[in-house]
DNA sequence: TCTGGGGTCCTAGGACCC
DNA sequence: TCTGGGGTCCTAGGACCC
């Protein structure tokens, strides 16, 4: 049997760790810049609040019915993530980390599911303060529905018997099957698919052939044979990314740089963090989508590097001669990000007869950079072209404290 | 209807090879 | 004017996830 343990209402479920006196109030998150809700907590969605809704159109409705708002505090609730997992990775034989807030368990020689799944939530809200539902099934799919239906019970929900699967899938709309997104739930809708069950009772080639072998996957999962299995060692990321809109519309091109050689910094990172090394990068900028009295300006660059790297100054300078290639005087940006792909392992790069940039010299300058941040927090060390300015910076207006990762902002108890 | 960021996999079609 | 077959690599676009 595989098991799907998810955090309730992560992100609000981690503020609360910290804030007890908003158990059982209205509260949520927003995404990066105080855009849009990203988390809610119960209390929240009953009152009506929709996931993705913009914060600033809800603005009246949330001081009216007292809703607490936080900002995204991503230190916090990636190391409240890590807390869970590795609680989670001491009772179960094999465990796959499928997002912040997700886990796979394989319970295959467990025998007493129930009482194993119901300790391990109390494991779980004990050690961390999280409080999880579990879904049992046969499949990662069935997995995923049976953990839609512990949301909705006691927390713990067990798919094991022909009847119950049937009537569990009859009961589950096919926009909410995993991997069903928008587009495939509107197409099946129009062949008056409309719940799972259904769904995998279609004939084998109509699905191939409309949603491809990855609708088929999914249709063979939901008749309980396994198709995806579980990864526990995440494989290397191919594409690396590091993109954000600022906090201000910005027109002043150093300013653009100095956010531009951040996020070449953090991709850099990311980078040596997998022990890879990139050979393009590509940078773009854009305008604000939404404005209707500017102009639309979305535009991309990609260069090759001479040898694949991972070190900051390589990749800053790239990104610097893309940006230069893209950027247009005038216009009030309100994005950026850097890409970096075609990745391959650190070790043993392919040198580059016409370059002579000295790599030992620049790998000890990484290693040493790393440890210093590792031990004093990000940036500590850090380029000159990543600049001080505040500009371009993320709006955070609610941000809670790193509780848990900053020393200075460790949780004070009171005598 | 428009606010965030960061990813994956699959397919079709073009370019090219023998 | 039209006749053969088989294959690879790359990219753009579409679908999805949290």
Redesign the pocket.
């Known amino acids: 049997m595989i098991a799907l343990v998810d955090c309730n209402n992560f992100y609000v479920s981690c503020e609360r760790v910290f804030r007890p006196e908003l158990e059982g109030k209205p509260v949520v998150v927003l995404?990066?810049?105080d855009?849009?809700i990203?988390s809610r907590s119960n209390e929240a969605k009953k009152l009506g609040i929709k996931m993705?809704?913009?914060a600033?159109?809800m603005e009246k409705f949330l001081t009216e019915n007292n809703v607490t708002c936080f900002s995204s505090n991503y230190a916090l609730y990636g190391d409240m993530s890590q807390r869970v997992m590795d609680t989670l990775r001491e009772e179960a034989p094999e465990i796959e980390v499928?997002?912040?807030?997700?886990a796979f368990l394989n319970l295959s020689g467990i025998t007493d599911l129930y009482t194993f799944s119901e300790n391990l939530r109390k494991k779980v809200i004990r050690n961390t303060g999280i409080p999880v539902s579990i879904g049992l099934g046969a499949t990662k799919s069935l997995a995923?529905v049976a953990n839609k239906e512990a949301k909705n019970s006691d927390g713990v929900f067990i798919i094991d018997n022909e009847h119950l699967c049937k009537a569990v899938l009859m009961n589950t709309p096919i926009g909410k099957?995993?991997?069903?997104?928008?587009?495939?739930?509107k197409k099946l809708l129009n062949y008056h698919i409309d719940n799972a069950f259904q769904f995998s009772q279609l004939n084998d080639n109509w699905v191939k052939k409309n949603m491809?072998?990855?609708g088929h996957r999914i249709q063979r999962e939901l008749r309980g044979e396994p198709c995806i299995s579980i990864e526990q060692a995440p494989?290397a990321?191919?594409?690396?990314?590091?993109?954000?809109?600022f906090g201000n519309k910005l027109t002043n091109k150093d300013l653009i740089k100095e956010a531009v050689a951040t996020y070449a910094v953090r991709c850099a990172e990311?980078l040596r963090k997998q022990h890879s090394a990139a050979n393009l990068l590509t940078v773009f900028i854009h305008t604000d989508p939404?404005s209707t009295s500017e102009i639309v300006y979305h535009k991309s660059q990609t260069v090759i590097l001479p040898i694949a790297s991972n070190h900051n100054t390589i990749l800053v300078k790239a990104a610097y001669k893309a940006l230069d290639a893209i950027f247009y005087e005038g216009l009030r940006y309100k994005?950026a990000?850097v890409i970096v792909e075609a990745i391959v392992p650190d070790n043993n790069l392919q040198g580059n007869l016409f370059f002579d940039g000295d790599q030992s010299k620049l790998n000890k300058i990484s290693v040493v950079n790393d440890s210093i941040n590792s031990h004093y927090g990000r940036d500590t060390l850090r380029l000159a072209a990543q600049g001080t300015s505040k500009e371009w910076k993320l709006r955070q207006q609610k941000l809670s404290k790193a509780y848990t990762t900053k020393l200075n902002e460790i949780i004070e108890v009171k005598s």
């Open positions: 995404s990066n810049n855009g849009c990203i993705g809704e913009p600033f159109k499928y997002s912040i807030d997700e995923k099957v995993w991997g069903i997104g928008r587009r495939y739930q491809t072998v990855v494989p990321k191919k594409v690396i990314a590091t993109t954000r809109a990311k939404f994005k990000g």
